[in-house]
């Protein structure tokens, strides 16, 4: 009833829990039926860096310059650096100097005081392990963060690229087919990234096995880095523009459409 109240509220209509038609009604249905066996780990940020590079993508998983459960007194790594959790979702903070170090050992133990998820009845990340780790900041536009790129895999094919721009500030997002036509979001003519077509492949041989996986990277500088796994995007509360987008893709999810 939680799932099917919070829906609602954000969708403005109840959704179809036991027979999901939507993409959105999909997300909720994997929140109340369980991740397929073995999904539920990708949630783990280190594990999912090592299934990467099991799977022929060592050369762009971003390297892993710490981690622990604590924070040590001094940065362990020279600036710039990104301090994130291994178990959750946007809790991360960019590192330049000193006084943003400080800032960040005091917000952690904030972020490791539970697990994510609970309050959206995303289960899946109970399987992550509740650690924070220290990657290498990879610098997008004017030294701010890198446009980062989730790809829709249904049933090992890449369907959409959802292109997100200005995290941090004026955060847009578009989404294209496979083929960088805009298919919905924010309209923003902008050129496909050079590694589209290594994109689409990395992203087609990490999600294979799965009836849905998104698959997250970053373009800097022309070359391509894995950034992680996602099963619940937008936990199914973000509106689809347009919405026959939402249907398009749930009938993917379903194996009724091709993509």
């Given amino acids: 009833?939680?799932?099917?109240?919070?829906?609602?509220?954000?969708h403005g209509r109840w959704p179809l829990l036991h027979r999901p038609?939507?993409?959105?009604?999909?997300?909720?249905?994997?929140?109340?039926n369980g991740a397929a066996h073995g999904l539920e780990?990708?949630?783990?940020?280190?594990?999912?860096?090592?299934?990467?590079?099991?799977?022929?993508?060592?050369?762009?998983?971003?390297?892993?310059?710490?981690?622990?459960?604590r924070?040590?007194?001094?940065?362990?790594?020279?600036?710039?650096?990104?301090?994130?959790?291994?178990?959750g979702c946007n809790q991360n903070r960019i590192v330049r100097c000193d006084a943003d170090w400080l800032a960040v050992r005091r917000i952690?133990?904030?972020?490791?005081?539970?697990?994510?998820?609970?309050?959206?009845?995303?289960?899946?990340?109970?399987?992550a392990r509740r650690l924070l780790l220290i990657e290498p900041f990879l610098a997008g536009p004017a030294g701010g963060r890198p446009d980062d790129y989730k790809v829709y895999v249904f049933r090992g094919r890449a369907a959409m690229v959802q292109r997100h721009v200005g995290r941090g500030g004026d955060h847009r997002w578009t989404q294209f087919d496979r083929d960088w036509v805009r298919v919905g979001g924010?309209?923003?003519?902008?050129?496909?990234?050079?590694?589209?077509?290594?994109?689409?492949e990395a992203a087609e041989r990490l999600g294979a096995g799965h009836d849905f996986i998104r698959v997250d990277f970053y373009e800097v500088d022309g070359k391509l880095w894995f950034g992680e796994f996602c099963l619940y995007p937008g936990s199914g509360l973000d509106p689809f523009d347009p919405p026959e987008l939402d249907l398009a893709l749930g009938r993917l999810w379903a194996g009724k459409g091709t993509a």
């Fill in 71 to 87: 924070l040590p007194d001094t940065c362990p790594a020279p600036y710039p650096v990104i301090v994130k959790t291994n178990h």
């Fill in 21 to 32: 038609e939507r993409f959105t009604e999909w997300v909720q249905w994997r929140k109340l």
């Fill in 186 to 200: 924010a309209d923003i003519a902008v050129q496909p990234p050079t590694t589209l077509p290594a994109m689409l």
């Fill in 108 to 127: 952690a133990p904030r972020w490791m005081a539970s697990a994510y998820g609970g309050w959206l009845d995303e289960s899946a990340y109970r399987s």
């Fill in 41 to 69: 780990l990708l949630t783990d940020k280190l594990h999912s860096k090592s299934v990467a590079a099991q799977r022929g993508g060592r050369h762009y998983c971003i390297p892993t310059l710490w981690s622990g459960t």
């Fill in 1 to 10: 009833m939680r799932v099917a109240i919070i829906y609602l509220w954000r």
